[in-house]
């Protein structure tokens, strides 16, 4: 975790108010409780919530950086989970079902590919929201572009997050310049 973290230094202010707004939220999550004044503008434009549907997840909001990362996730397009066997469905798809199902807030640094079709490296956190007794019925999503370290292959691993909070807590603490 210590290297990951260094990694997001650049990104950990907006990691952590990304985390620490939602955590506030009283049990259950409620998405209608959410102000988007609570995030602030430095982290708005690398936000998405998403609605669970059947089999998939469709993106009811997209900020402006991940936008631009990938012009096909726009409001209104899902994820992309429900026509792809199991096998093809997106490193992004599985973690917004591992978060649905665990109704738990996960993490990883891995390859996203934005509209280039080039994989570029980037941290995501999915965190779950409305959940009504065992169904999580909301999703909200950071996505931000994380250097690779010097000297890295062209292969881009898949690096889970252990634990959100812990994560946290790392990047949250003092660092030396």
Known sequence: MAHESTQLLVNRDSISRLYNVWSTLPDGKPRNLLDPLQFGPRLLPHLALLKAIPDDYRYELVGERIGELSRSLKPGS?????????????????????????????????????????????????????????????????????????????????????????????LDLPHSA
Not at 121 to 132: A, G, I, K, Q, W
């Open 78 to 170: 899902t994820a992309g989970g429900q026509h792809k066997p199991a096998a093809c469905r997106s490193n992004m798809f599985r973690l917004m079902r591992s978060v649905a199902e665990s109704r738990k807030p996960a993490a990883q640094t891995a390859a996203f590919e934005g509209n280039s079709g080039i994989p570029r490296r980037c941290f995501s956190m999915v965190l779950p929201l409305s959940m009504d007794g065992m169904a999580v019925n909301d999703l909200l999503l950071g996505l931000w572009p994380v250097p690779s370290p010097a000297g890295s292959s062209l292969s881009i691993l898949i690096e889970p997050v252990l634990s959100v909070s812990e994560l946290v807590e790392e």
